[in-house]
């Protein structure tokens, strides 16, 4: 059962007044005890498929009649071109099979009166039947410019010549502090799952120089926020003797690829649900600005924001200060406090890291977190010191810096988040296919 022919073909006028055979499900059916109208929905889209009983037969037409939402069925029949239809096509059905049947007793769960009657709410009665609330149109569209994001973002890496690098998901130690470490039990010890594939490709980059990967990364962040997940999906680069400005320049590259990418293949399903083109074209267009965080502090406390010299900023403070902003902009040189240990110290100013967030706009924040490392051994020891961090977990680590260390720096970006963003979802868990917080883990 090869399927050759989509609805999204269909619907391109490909088969205008051709007999073909169509496979997908029933997105709705109705119609007299004479003629059916039976919506048919694929991957690729929607058609209404008119079934006469004169035309397939009493003991078919009786078949139809039972196929309830959902049912999966073959259909062949002739396709008409004609303006009043959805889609702007329709199928004259002749004849039609039920392959996989839906029982009457448990029709499938997701309906309008259902989610109004949910005693938890309509969110959770969505997360709840998540697997089968994948196949709505919102979800499917959802997904599908998910994977454009996806395809996106190697392809920036790899017509640049990077080399797609995994490390391991058990690590011994953090990256991004303590605090949002899953510990695992492993074989009488305790390890933890990764929050960053970083560290290992530090490790690599002496080998391989331009690196990359997209890759799931875990944290234990107790808050449920609408841009945070337990296990997100991060793309993470690194490259040898690169400065701030130029892993800067990466980051707003892939960025603006993707937001072109989307608009090019995915301009139907962005409508689809909503989304003002015109943004999306203004974030591939245009050049991203980058300030200093001192800038923003004093921005933010012009605004009366209650924000202090040295905090790292929080999503209530991103969230205010990237309101106003037309476009993506980079926040550089963060206090030495506010960032960990692998933050190089920038030389002309000891307070500050030669960082960057990258912040996105319409209130959004936070969208890629990278710098410049701490390359040289001893500058490595005394921040793992100031910190006071236990070195055993990072002997590897040190190692890479005594053996040959170079200047060298990276990013990582959050492709949930991004995809968020750029789509408009309001949550983040509407652009992954099983979000995981703190409260659900099933299905
Ligand atoms: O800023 P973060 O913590 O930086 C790092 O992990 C660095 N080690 C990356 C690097 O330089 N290679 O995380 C990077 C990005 C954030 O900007 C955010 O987009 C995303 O990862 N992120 C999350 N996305 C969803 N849910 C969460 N809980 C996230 N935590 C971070
Ligand atoms: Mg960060």
Known sequence: MVKTIFIGDVQAGKYDGQEVELMGWVKRSRGSNKIRFVVLRDSTGVIQCVVKKDAIGEESFEQVKGALIESSIKITGIINADERADGGHEMIA?????????????????TESAMKAADGGETEFLLDNRHLYL?????????QMRSTVFGSIHNYFRDLDFTEYQAPNFVAGAVEGGSTLFEVPYFGKKVYLTQSWQLYAEAAMPALERLYTIAPSFRAEKSRTRRHLTEFWHAEMEVAWATND???????????KIASDLLENRSTELESIGRDLELVARYADSPYPRMRYDEAIETLQGMGV???????LDYSK?????????????LTH???????FYHRVDPDEGQYVLCHDLLAPEGY??????GERTWSEAELLARLDEEGTDKAAYQFYIDTRSYGGV????????????CSWLTGADHIREVIPFPRDSRRVSP
Do not use: C
């Open 246 to 256: 130029e892993i800067m320049t990466h980051g707003e590259g892939v960025v603006r």
């Open 94 to 110: 002749s004849s039609i099979v039920i392959v996989g049947s839906v029982n009457p007793q448990h029709p499938f769960p997701i």
């Open 407 to 418: 200047p060298h720096g990276g990013f990582g970006l959050g492709v949930d988040r991004v």
């Open 306 to 312: 209650d924000v202090e010299w040295g905090q790292d």
């Open 334 to 340: 963060y206090p030495k406090i506010a960032k960990p």
């Open 318 to 330: 991103e969230k205010v200060l990237t309101q106003d902003f037309d476009v993506p902009h980079f």
């Open 135 to 143: 196949r709505t149109s919102r979800m499917t569209a959802m997904l």
């Open 365 to 370: 924040g936070e969208i890629i977190g990278g």
